[in-house]
């Protein structure tokens, strides 16, 4: 597995990947959680895939199996912002404005949204694999773009997996449930650590 790191200037350097990654959020987000997201019979894509946003995808075998979106809490894009304080703000009604405590703006702390692992990877070792390759993509765009922490949405289920793997995630809000999917969710924090750098975080 390997992974790209881009943003909409530069995703023409890496074929179809950035497209394949929509047709992977699709197949995830609305054909399997039924979520009421924009999205066409090939492609999801919203309001925050615009040039703020930042990619690291997952490939094997050239072949995107994985993905998230990253962008700046200072991020502004027509009416915009970045997802979780559009739906503090309530321009959303698919996520509560309760979801997050507090207004947060920082050109250091990024917003992560739609992480996608692709439902072919069966097997633990697979899912575990791709989502540390995600997760170097996330440290180089940290590295570069001077981000401090990421912070979104989260199943609650997933924030266990990915403290398991060393990803140093805390709670920053209460859970909600989802009525589309019947899922937990709540809003994480990460902060940017080195590589093999461990913390044990708090709920």
């Not at 066409?40 to 703020?52: A, F, G, K, V």
């Not at 993905?67 to 959303?92: E, I």
Request: charged share 25%.
């Amino acid at each position: 597995m390997q992974n790209i790191s881009f943003d909409l200037s530069s995703l023409h350097q890496h074929g179809s990947a950035y497209f394949d990654y929509l047709r992977l959020r699709k197949r995830f987000f609305v054909d399997v959680l039924h979520w009421d997201i924009p999205h066409n019979d090939e492609y999801e894509m919203d309001q925050y895939d615009n040039p703020t946003a930042w990619y690291s995808l997952c490939l094997r075998d050239g072949e995107v199996i994985g993905g998230t979106r990253v962008m700046p809490t200072t991020s502004r894009w027509g009416k915009h912002s970045y997802m979780l304080r559009d739906a503090q703000k309530g321009v959303l009604d698919s996520i509560p404005p309760s979801a997050m405590r507090s207004d947060v703006v920082s050109p250091t702390v990024w917003e992560m949204t739609r992480l996608v692992i692709s439902p072919d990877l069966r097997t633990q070792e697979d899912r575990a694999q791709c989502l540390q390759v995600i997760g170097d993509g996330l440290y180089q765009i940290a590295e570069a773009q001077g981000v401090s922490e990421y912070m979104g949405i989260s199943a609650v289920g997933l924030i266990r997996v990915l403290r398991q793997l060393g990803f140093p995630l805390e709670r920053m809000g209460e859970p909600y449930h989802d009525p589309a999917d019947k899922r937990n969710y709540t809003v994480m924090r990460m902060p940017v650590l080195v590589p093999g750098q461990q913390l044990l975080a708090a709920e």
